[in-house]
């Protein structure tokens, strides 16, 4: 069989490929943007890659397209696919047909800390001796590849609200069905296809809805968003985890930086994690996968131990590089609450250290200005911030350079993000690069610049 992916190189569709092609179809694909770390995969695994959604693309011999949410009636391709008549699915009902069945699924969800919380519990049970697939948005550093079959019963599926496809309008996660749900947290995004909170609760709870009475629900209990969904209706146990609170998981922080913790069931002690990542939103992740692990048969004390080895994610606060003691971090930012829990995350960490932030506001809803008031309240913690501003940006960047607390400004392309960053970068900083999207290599374009400087070039 063989398999053509519209939008293949996005995080999820990469993974139906690496899928796809570990179950032994052939794919090939098609993208308009294409930027690593899913390009380096794709090419790793062989997959012909061809740039531009050109209806040629699709060869004539493909039984099936998988078409991805990021394209629309109008796109070339998608125009010639409905005009042939060609058998065509979406990623997440493909996974749902081809991969799940049989399979006990943990769906992890949240506006934030999908990726990691996903990352995290495969680590924990490949930790545990469980050979679990699992589909996430990010390629872990520990395992190299952002998809599996695996050889376990349990499957570890990141799952996102966004809509499906172009003919399908529901979230995602309504596919898969899951045994094991995590909610990890529930706040406004995605603009331009919700127009509310209460759109995106409701979406939430028809996640809720598919997750059976023998199976658990595994809750923020500090976010009442969350709450409220619950309150919609629940037929499946739920568990709740949280630091401050009453909650059947909880953690207490031994270094304020939550690069230590004490972690609690039920009031009894499971053990201590001490490792590499930082922040409160991480502990909470921590939290939720342990959850998981407990929920599928495996003892938290035994695998906390190998959190101490996690080796985290790519673009997850990813250290890429440091030059004369100043060190740099690319990191996958979408939404003010992420942007601001990252930097306190490594503020507790550096104490009085500089941090220098670049900021490509890209998400949909970050373009439509859908963020834009809590925007500048979520770089407190930075001492300078540089915005690149592209024409295409709907807001006004200058009003949340104004709000900003520290030196702020915003600049129209990448080279004049690099120079303002290298007049304000200085020994010891922490330079920090948050975009969804590709950032046109802009951490490393900087990392060579910094380089150049250090050495005299």
Same mark, same amino acid.
């Given at each position: ?10 995080? %999820? /569709? ?23 770390? /899913? ?34 009636? &109008? ?5 010639? *696919? *409905? ?5 065509? =699915? ?8 081809? @991969?799940? !069945?049989?399979? =006990? =699924? ?31 948005? &990010?390629?872990?550093?520990? %395992? #190299? ?32 069905? !899951? ?14 296809? %919700? ?34 969904? *619950? ?10 985890? &949280? ?14 930086? #939550? ?19 930082? &922040? ?8 939720? +996968? ?51 829990? =990252?930097? $306190? ?5 550096? #104490?009085?250290?500089?941090? @220098?932030? $670049? ?6 809803? /970050?373009? *439509? ?12 913690? +930075? ?22 607390? #520290?030196?702020?400004? $915003? ?47």
């Amino acid at each position: 069989m063989k398999i053509h992916i519209l939008g293949i190189a996005g995080t %999820f /569709m990469g993974g139906v490929a690496a899928l796809a092609r570990e179950s032994g179809v052939d794919v090939e694909g098609s993208d308009q943007a294409v930027y690593p770390p /899913m390009s380096t995969q794709l090419e790793r695994l062989g997959i012909a890659l061809r740039q531009g959604y050109s209806p040629g693309h699709i060869s004539a011999d493909a039984d099936e397209v998988i078409v991805g949410n990021a394209l629309s009636r &109008g796109n070339p391709a998608v125009e010639a *696919l *409905l005009d042939s008549g060609r058998r065509y =699915t979406s990623g997440a009902q493909w996974l749902a047909e081809r @991969v799940l !069945p049989g399979r =006990t =699924t943990i769906a992890i969800a949240g506006t934030h800390g999908k990726t990691t919380t996903s990352t995290i519990l495969a680590w924990l049970l490949e930790s545990a001796g469980r050979d679990a697939g699992f589909l996430i948005g &990010g390629v872990p550093d520990d %395992f #190299g590849v952002s998809a599996r079959l695996g050889s376990d019963p349990v499957f570890v599926v990141e799952a996102d609200e966004y809509d499906t496809a172009f003919f399908d309008k529901r979230s995602k996660f309504v596919h898969y069905r !899951p045994q094991v749900a995590v909610l990890n947290n529930l706040e406004f995004d995605h603009a331009d296809i %919700f127009p509310d909170l209460a759109a995106i609760e409701r979406q939430f709870h028809h996640l809720v809805r598919t997750v059976p009475g023998s199976g658990r629900l595994l809750v923020n209990g500090e976010d009442a968003n969350l709450a409220r969904v *619950l309150e919609m209706g629940c037929w499946t146990p739920v568990e709740r985890f &949280g630091i401050d609170g009453d909650f059947d998981w909880k953690a207490r922080l031994v270094e304020a930086d #939550g690069s230590a913790f004490e972690v609690f069931h039920r009031g009894t002690a499971a053990g201590t994690v001490r490792w590499p990542l930082l &922040g409160r939103h991480n502990v909470m992740n921590a939290l939720g +996968a342990l959850a998981a692990c407990a929920a599928v048969g495996v003892d938290p004390a035994a695998v906390i131990p190998a959190l101490a080895r996690f080796g985290s994610v790519k673009r997850r606060m990813e250290r890429i590089g440091e030059v004369a003691g100043t060190v740099v971090y690319d990191d996958f930012a979408h939404h003010p609450t992420a942007i601001e829990t =990252t930097l $306190a995350g490594l503020r507790a960490s550096v #104490g009085d250290g500089r941090i @220098v932030v $670049a900021m490509e506001p890209r998400s949909n809803s /970050m373009r *439509l200005g859908a963020h834009a008031d809590a925007l500048a309240p979520a770089f407190g913690d +930075a001492d300078a911030v540089v915005f690149l501003h592209r024409p295409e940006l709907a807001w006004d960047a200058g009003r949340v350079v104004a709000a900003v607390r #520290g030196d702020a400004l $915003a600049v129209p392309d990448v080279d004049a993000l690099v120079a303002a960053l290298l007049e304000r970068t200085r020994p010891g900083d922490r330079v920090v690069f948050m975009s969804n999207g590709g950032f046109d290599d802009a951490p490393r374009r900087f990392l060579r610049a910094l380089a150049g400087r250090a050495g005299g070039g």
